[in-house]
């Protein structure tokens, strides 16, 4: 099993709509997750952290299961400029080091 | 603030020669990484320094990968001698701990013919 794994993409959507990504990790002993926005061509920026009660920020909102080890992100009201490849990761401590671990990444296209 | 920074964009080799990137982190920054990330791929980890420290270099292929911070501040990735399997994106990224956010830079696009 991977240590992070998403959903396959594409996923495209018309405008408004609403998407959910999914991703599972195999770790049970993962401290902290994230999810990063990819655009084309571009470096990876971080989006949001993932906190244990979920989070929401403006149209977007996180959400962790330590017991399924599973991390959603939803999207609502999409709009054109959502369009990317969402890298879901996971952080891991070896030792006293912190590993992030990303996953393969989920593309959205979002359609007028 | 100004970002992290890489150079160059772009690099085209054949395959057997030698290529170097560079990466200065955000000031501050003690944690630097190496990121090397393959179409369709995400970013897999190749290195993971602390101040001028190797914490992690796990998967950094060390028959042809090198990499060093000597001062703590600035970084240099190698390759030497390239496979055509290297073409790929490879990213600096530094944060100012371990468990922090990470911020990346542009990238290096190497394509090996």
């Known amino acids: 099993r991977k240590e992070v794994e998403q959903d396959p993409g594409p996923f495209n959507v018309p405008e408004g709509a609403t998407v959910a990504f999914n991703c599972t990790y195999s770790?049970?002993?993962?401290?902290?997750f994230f999810w990063y926005r990819q655009d084309c061509r571009k470096e990876p920026k971080l989006l949001m952290s993932?906190?244990?009660s979920g989070n929401e920020d403006g149209r977007f909102t996180a959400q962790l299961n330590r017991a399924s080890q599973y991390i959603s992100l939803l999207i609502r009201d999409s709009k054109l400029s959502d369009s990317a490849t969402y890298l879901c990761?996971?952080?891991?401590?070896?030792?006293?080091?912190?590993?992030?671990?990303f996953g393969k990444g989920t593309k959205l296209s979002v359609k007028p | 603030e100004a970002g992290v920074a890489q150079s160059p964009r772009y690099k085209i080799i054949e395959k057997r020669q030698s290529v170097a990137f560079w990466c200065n982190p955000i000031?501050?920054?003690?944690?630097l990484y190496w990121y090397q990330q393959i179409l369709g791929q995400g970013p897999k980890l190749l290195i993971q320094?602390?101040?001028?420290?190797?914490?992690?270099d796990s998967q950094l292929p060390k028959d042809r990968f090198s990499a060093e911070r000597l001062k703590g501040v600035d970084s240099t990735l190698k390759i030497q001698p390239a496979k055509l399997e290297d073409s790929a994106v490879y990213l600096c990224?530094?944060?100012?701990?371990?468990?922090?956010?990470?911020?990346f830079g542009n990238g290096t696009r190497l394509t090996v013919t």
């Open positions: 320094f602390q101040n001028n420290g190797v914490v992690d």
């Open positions: 770790n049970s002993a993962s401290q902290s």
């Open positions: 990761v996971v952080l891991n401590y070896g030792g006293s080091q912190g590993n992030l671990i």
């Open positions: 990224a530094s944060s100012l701990e371990a468990d922090s956010p990470l911020h």
């Open positions: 000031s501050g920054h003690a944690t």
């Open positions: 993932v906190y244990s």
